[in-house]
């Protein structure tokens, strides 16, 4: 056995060291508490070439202000809590590395537009879920449950794969002028939502679905703006799904 | 909590009273915008670039187009279309950016006279223009004219 006495790994900052920069948040600051208005607040952090904006929260929530409340589940892009307004565009906080964003100017963090805020980057999401459950976001079909699973060709499955995709994140529906001026309409995730059943060839709803989303408050609202699918942090074709709906409806053909 | 809306299963299946207003709304918006664009452009090549082209336009010309029941029907249906179209488009942006009912209600009300008055006047001069009025320099006026 050669047991070979190995030298202690050095500490030195050269090797697969990370780049380090200054970068200012600028955030937008509300406690219902004790303010009337929205503030904002500037933080400088140095940080490095792996940190996402997740990671400069983080900082000043451990570090500096333990008061700067935000959602975060996750932090890995699957969950869908940090949906948050990125210098202007709705992106999910943890999958937004600082390296690429302009640094000479401060990184602007506000909430999602179009919810009630209800301290910091929280909002309430309560009218987005209602707007989902509204859909029937569950399987819908008729007669006895057969003895196994219900079968469906890769072909049937390709045909809603990509809304398959929707984490619930808000960036959306939250993107889109019509709900920013409209809490009555559905907005994108809920037709997204309602695209992965109807398009489903298992389910059997999409008829009553169909009808849901024709009201004066569903697909016929949207302008094809195509903020939605600008936003979508898991690249969803959002417009093309609401598209298909349209279609859908106007030719009764799933 | 509140209570989820979900309905028991087996449930008879309640369906909404079906209006499809929308749903025409905006097929109308995609089937009018494409005639209209035919329309229009047809209308400005005629008018502006056959012939003579712009120096030809004067009374004369648009009465001796209005004699003739084809550009009657185009001018009619251009009219329609473009007043409808536009009104429509009008119609969903007081929708979506006029919050208060009332303001949204009197703003509808004024957008709807505004296109009342302007299709009811715009057929009623397509349909009952004189091409021969009786006063006019004779110089002026189509060529089909009685001589004074």
């Known amino acids: 056995m050669t047991l070979t006495a190995e030298a202690p790994v050095q500490d030195s900052p050269a090797a697969g060291a990370i780049p380090s920069f200054q970068v200012t948040l600028k955030l ?180 009553q679905r169909l009808e849901i989303l024709n009201d004066r408050e569903g697909v016929w609202r949207c302008r094809t703006t195509f903020n939605c699918t600008d936003a979508c942090p898991r690249g969803i074709e959002v417009t093309k799904a609401i598209q298909e709906v349209k279609r859908a409806l106007l030719f009764r053909r799933v | 909590m509140t209570a989820t809306s979900i309905a028991a299963p087996r449930s008879p299946r309640r369906m909404r009273s079906r209006t499809n207003t929308e749903l025409y709304a905006w097929l109308f918006m995609r089937i009018s915008g494409v005639l209209l664009l035919v329309l229009v452009f047809g209308h400005l090549f005629v008018n502006l670039m056959v012939g003579e082209g712009i120096n030809a336009l004067d009374f004369a010309f648009v009465a001796g187009k209005w004699a003739s029941p084809f550009w009657q029907i185009w001018d009619l249906l251009m009219l329609w279309l473009a007043m409808i179209h536009g009104t429509n488009g009008l119609r969903t942006i007081i929708n979506d950016y006029a919050e208060r009912d009332m303001l949204r209600m009197w703003l509808k009300v004024g957008l709807y006279t505004a296109t009342a008055i302007t299709i009811v006047l715009g057929t009623l001069v397509i349909f009952t223009f004189d091409p021969c009025p009786a006063e006019a320099a004779a110089h002026l006026l189509p060529s089909f004219c009685p001589a004074p």
């Open chain 1, 28 to 207: 937008r600051r509300f406690n219902p508490e004790s303010d009337t208005e929205p503030r904002w607040e500037e933080h400088t952090l140095t940080m490095h070439g792996t940190d996402r904006v997740l990671d400069a929260l983080h900082k000043i929530k451990w570090e500096i202000d333990g008061s700067l409340t935000f959602r975060r589940s996750c932090a890995h892009g699957i969950c869908g809590s940090d949906a948050m307004r990125i210098n202007g565009r709705n992106r999910l906080a943890c999958k937004t590395l600082l390296k690429d964003l302009p640094l000479d100017k401060p990184v602007v963090v506000e909430p999602i537009k179009g919810l009630a805020v209800m301290k910091d980057l929280i909002v309430d999401m309560e009218p987005f879920y209602s707007a989902y459950k509204s859909i029937m976001p569950f399987l819908v079909t008729t007669g006895n449950d057969p003895s196994r699973e219900r079968r469906q060709s890769p072909e049937e499955r390709e045909r809603f794969d990509d809304t398959t995709k929707c984490i619930l994140c808000a960036a959306c529906t939250t993107s889109c002028p019509v709900y920013w001026s409209d809490g009555q309409y559905f907005g994108p995730q809920a037709i997204v939502g309602a695209h992965r059943f109807i398009f489903d060839s298992r389910d059997e709803g999409a008829e």
